[in-house]
């Protein structure tokens, strides 16, 4: 998950996606939340 979260910030210009203390990602893509 790691890495395709990687490649994706790369391809949007931004920093690298980092999990939170419970494991889950939360993205802000387009102006939409995203929770993986």
Same mark, same amino acid.
């Given at each position: 998950?790691?890495? &395709? %979260?990687? =490649? &994706?910030?790369?391809? %949007? =210009?931004?920093?690298?996606? $980092?999990?939170?203390?419970? =494991?889950?990602?939360? &993205?802000?893509?387009? =102006?939409?939340? $995203? !929770? !993986?």
């Amino acid at each position: 998950m790691d890495h &395709l %979260l990687s =490649g &994706l910030a790369t391809r %949007l =210009g931004q920093g690298p996606f $980092v999990a939170d203390r419970t =494991g889950s990602y939360h &993205l802000r893509i387009d =102006g939409q939340s $995203v !929770l !993986l």
